[in-house]
């Protein structure tokens, strides 16, 4: 067990304060995530922007749970599969996309595949995808804006997963009944 910090609004550094406060208020409580987070205010800061780019993307709330989730199970993150399964629910996303995201079986439509699909495709080949990888998500009705929307996920994701990988971030109270683990 590694033993990285879990921060409150009183034991955080100064410039992070702030940073929990507004995690707080968002979600009623302070994520184990932002609380890890919180030791380097700049990662926090980072991840909460992210966070709200990425709600203002493009994708509807089915589209971004799939690409959260996506990168989530490739990266076999303990505490961002649970916690993204609580938001989804929140987001009002069905548990048919949920539970196929989880269990990596088929999607309920093809569209919501080719996402999956091209957004495994970015994290498997670390963005050197090659033109049919672009064909096949164009022809699913994704367009460049898209493409792009993934790297910006992918960005977020790859700051929450590392996290909770090596400081091995115990999963919040309201997630805990969402407990995953990678099947083998």
């Not at 069905?94 to 093809?110: M, Q, Y």
Request: contains cysteine.
């Amino acid at each position: 067990m590694t033993d990285f910090t879990l921060h409150d609004i009183d034991s955080a550094p100064e410039q992070s304060k702030p940073l929990l406060d507004k995690s707080q208020k968002a979600f009623g409580m302070i994520p184990n995530l932002h609380a890890v987070m919180a030791e380097a205010p700049g990662l926090l800061d980072g991840y909460q922007k992210l966070h709200e780019l990425v709600l203002g993307s493009s994708f509807d709330n089915d589209e971004t749970t799939v690409v959260w989730q996506t990168i989530n199970v490739e990266h076999a993150c303990h505490y961002c599969v649970p916690a993204h399964t609580g938001i989804a629910k929140s987001m009002k996303v069905s548990d048919e996309i949920t539970n196929a995201l989880r269990d990596e079986t088929p999607l309920p439509s093809d569209k919501l595949e080719a996402l999956r699909t091209f957004t495994l495709a970015v994290v498997r080949k670390r963005g050197e995808v090659n033109g049919e990888d672009l064909d096949a998500f164009y022809g699913a009705g994704y367009s460049q804006r898209q493409v792009l929307e993934i790297i910006l996920v992918l960005s977020q994701k790859v700051m929450s997963n590392y996290v909770n990988h090596i400081a091995e971030t115990p999963v919040d109270e309201p997630f805990k009944p969402f407990a995953w683990q990678k099947a083998k």
